[in-house]
């Protein structure tokens, strides 16, 4: 009976790592063809590569100008997930403690809004900001993934901070303590958990994000990565061998975070959600 | 604590609330306002002129046929891609919660797909279905795989959503399985001592109590996939023929490519129509379905 259960289990755990390989087959494909010329990928993709030669990946690196589409997107990606963070734990914290009414008007807009699809807003967005000529600079993509990082940022962190019991508070501002120390000092350090739950689902939407970047950033300098893999892939459109390498580092980066923070990102997905 | 908002205390909210406050307001407030406005008037991009003109141009929204084509071809992709990408999360994620070897592992694989942003996702499918697969189809003589899926509508239809799908998946496998996890041991141990198969514990016990995670998970695949533009881009740009343009795909071609923005803002409202009363639907009807444990 056990051994039976037990070889029945080894069964459909090995079923399943099979279906985790067709599953991840395109990924393997790239990456074994990505080592090929064009011509021997074009001869027999399925085949693995003769040799592992690194020429496609220094073609692409050149080519897609990958440091600076990764400096960029390096930046943006760092400063924006660091302001949402910061700016929706102290608003948060103003919502929860502080019951004005106009406290509680911004609250409420602010959920209603993360039912509002990006495409309500990007035309008249553009069209504002284009008028004002502050298009095509980073602080302005900086300024609007605040902007719409903010309310789910919010939300999150007043959830949390209504269970922070005020009486530690309420001590420190006995002796004297502002609102804005107590706030960094007793407050802050006990949102980690809330910390890393924004961090994951920030980082993973604002580093593969195209969309906004496309509309906002217009110079070939300012380009962050997936915008840099567009025009790579808009003007190489044939030779496909350099264009794999391209992806295979687009995504490299993410993988590698990914496999230092898998607990905490999945884990951050569920919170995510289930707020 | 209760302090009026006064003088004194305006500084607090200033310096707590208007870097947030003042980011949201100037980028989702105002824009929206701005655009609802926007669908009422001719404004022209290049001459800067603008007046009031009442509802022609969701008139014209309705008018336009190959909008209506659009949205018809979005939502068929939506239901199949919703459909698809959750029956596999479910069952992915029921295999995956029932404490054997190496899930953790397996995990952290179906998810990876989710790192890879919708631009690289749709050139990675692009250069599978324009090279590998018809590659397949010559050697093996497999007639599916002949041409290459991207040059025929109804093949680029499918690809789009299985490109869409493989990407969802592991997302919502993660939530289903902190769904079921949600459901309580004891339950369980009693069903099977009751003698209940694997089949009736999934419908009868499982489904039920799984309801809020289902729930969610229609939600962020339906909004996901109405809204689903850069896939859209890599894949297919559309083609062939402009057969394959999702609505996002569309509205942003009316408006920065046509110059088109008050149709464009016209037809973005009506998708959000749309999205907002499928979204709520489906929740409400699948609610009426839920159980307490």
């Known amino acids: 009976m056990n051994a039976n259960r037990r ?11 099979l279906l985790l390989f067709a599953f991840l087959t395109p990924f393997l494909l790239i990456i074994m063809n990505s080592f090929k010329t064009t011509q021997q990928f074009f001869e027999s993709p399925l085949s693995l590569p003769a040799t592992i030669n690194f020429k496609n990946y220094a073609s692409a690196f050149d080519n897609m100008d990958f440091m600076q589409g990764f400096m960029n997107s390096l930046i943006i990606t760092g400063i924006s997930v660091t302001i949402i963070i910061i700016f929706s734990a102290m608003t948060g914290y103003l919502f929860v403690r502080y019951k004005w009414k106009v406290n509680s008007i911004f609250f409420f807009l602010m959920l209603a809004s993360m039912a509002l699809p990006f495409q309500v807003l990007m035309i008249p967005m553009v069209m504002l900001y284009g008028n004002m000529g502050l298009l095509n600079t980073k602080l302005t993509l900086l300024f609007m993934y605040l902007g719409f990082g903010v309310p789910f940022g919010v939300f999150t962190f007043h959830g949390f901070i209504k269970g922070i019991p005020y009486e530690l508070e309420e001590s420190a501002f006995i002796e004297g303590s502002t609102t804005l120390r107590t706030f960094f000092s007793i407050v802050l350090p006990l949102l980690k958990p809330v910390f890393v739950t924004l961090l994951v689902l920030d980082v993973l939407w604002i580093w593969n994000d195209y969309l906004l970047p496309s509309l906002v950033l217009l110079s070939p300098d300012q380009k962050t990565l997936p915008l840099s893999t567009y025009t ?12 794999m390498a391209g992806l295979i580092m687009t995504i490299i980066p993410v993988l590698i975070i990914y496999l230092f923070l898998q607990k905490q990102i999945i884990k951050g997905i569920t919170e995510g959600a289930l707020k | 604590m209760n302090k009026k908002l006064s003088l004194k205390n305006a500084g607090t909210f200033l310096v707590f609330g208007g870097p947030s406050i003042f980011a949201f307001a100037a980028v989702v407030i105002i824009p929206f306002i701005v655009g609802l406005y926007l669908t009422f008037t001719n404004w022209d991009v290049r001459t800067g002129d603008s007046s009031l003109i009442g509802f022609t141009n969701y008139l014209e929204v309705f008018r336009d046929k190959v909008f209506l084509q659009q949205l018809w071809f979005t939502l068929k992709y939506v239901f199949f891609t919703v459909v698809i990408a959750n029956v ?22 179906f998810f990876t797909p989710n790192l ?33 899926w991207l040059t025929n509508t109804g093949t680029a239809f499918w690809a789009l959503i299985i490109a869409t799908a493989w990407q969802l998946v592991g997302y919502l496998m993660i939530i289903y399985i ?35 995670a289902i729930v969610i998970c229609i939600f962020i695949s339906l909004s996901r ?66 159980v307490e444990s």
Request: net charge positive; hydrophobic share 45%; aromatic share 14%.
């Open chain 1, 7 to 17: 070889i029945l289990s080894g069964v459909r755990t090995g079923f399943l790592y």
């Open chain 1, 232 to 243: 790579f892939f808009s003007s190489y459109s044939v030779d496909y061998a350099p264009l």
């Open chain 2, 88 to 109: 596999f999360a479910f069952f992915i994620a029921l295999a995956l919660t029932r404490g054997g070897r190496g899930e953790q592992w397996l995990r952290t694989g």
């Open chain 2, 116 to 148: 890879v942003g919708g631009i690289v996702l749709g050139y990675l499918w692009q250069t599978l279905f324009s090279q590998v697969l018809p590659y397949l189809g010559a050697k093996y003589g497999w007639e599916l795989f002949q041409t290459s």
């Open chain 2, 178 to 212: 902190a769904g079921f996890t949600g459901v309580p041991n004891d339950v369980l141990e009693a069903a099977s001592i009751d003698g209940a198969g694997r089949t009736s514990v999934i419908r009868r016990i499982i489904l039920p109590l799984t309801v809020p």
């Open chain 2, 225 to 290: 996939s109405f809204l689903t533009y850069d896939i859209n881009l890599a894949l297919t740009k559309g083609g062939p023929f402009n057969s394959t343009e999702l609505a996002t795909y569309h509205i942003v071609q009316k408006a920065f490519l046509s110059n088109q923005y008050g149709v464009g803002q016209a037809e973005a409202v009506v998708l959000f129509a749309v999205v907002a009363i499928i979204a709520l639907t489906q929740s409400y009807l699948l609610k009426k379905l839920e």
